[in-house]
């Protein structure tokens, strides 16, 4: 691989990947650039026109409340702002990484701020469609202020098999810089109960 260099934080994710479908990272964004993308969330919730969040594929796209109850917004990756072209970089060097040493053949990705107002949820559902199952990896990066509280609920809940093929449910806590990456044709899940406004950029890492 010539001057390849191994980012011993990028194989902590890719270990977890291969052996249990998800990975939950704190540190992958520092606390100043989630303060940036938190900030920057706001702003564009001022001044741009969030959408009620669909289910569905394009022309079969449906707002079902009953099912997800999330605002969002496209992040644009041809014309980002200072602070999206720094999430941006982060995510494609990440990319770039495990395309070379899990030959995974990730092409783009698409990415939305994600808005949950209190009394909102998702249900428990797959993010690949029967039409189309270019998406692989999942992610998930959590805006939420410096003082969330398990008491705010929205917890991300993943649906595992265990070896004897059971399964069992993991949570995870929306917690401000967290960044969780599950398997997108695998993983069940579900996003529980919000008692407090829930913020994040959501996104999946696709093939061609």
Known sequence: MG????????ELIIDDLVN???????????????????ANLFLKQDLENFK???????????????IRGDS??????????EVEKMYFDKVNNFIEYINR??????????FHYACYPKGTFYKRHLDVFHSDTRRTLSV????????WTPANGGELALYLQ??????????????PGRLVVFDSKYI??????????RYSITGWLKTR
């Not at 969002?72 to 702002?81: A, G, N, Y």
Request: aromatic residues 10%; proline residues 4%.
């Open 3 to 10: 001057d390849f260099e191994v980012n011993p934080f990028y």
């Open 20 to 38: 249990r479908k998800y990975s939950v990272i704190d540190c992958f964004f520092s606390e100043e650039e989630i303060n940036l993308l938190r």
């Open 52 to 66: 009620k969040a669909a289910i569905g594929q394009a022309s079969e796209e449906q707002i079902v409340e009953e």
């Open 72 to 81: 969002i917004l496209w992040l644009d990756e041809k014309k980002p702002d």
């Open 101 to 110: 040493t899990c030959y995974l053949g990730i092409q783009e990705g698409e």
């Open 140 to 147: 998930v990066l959590y805006l939420n202020e410096q003082d």
């Open 162 to 175: 265990n070896e004897d093929g059971t399964e069992r449910e993991e949570i995870v806590q929306p917690l």
């Open 188 to 197: 069940e899940h579900e996003v529980k109960m919000v008692n407090y406004p």
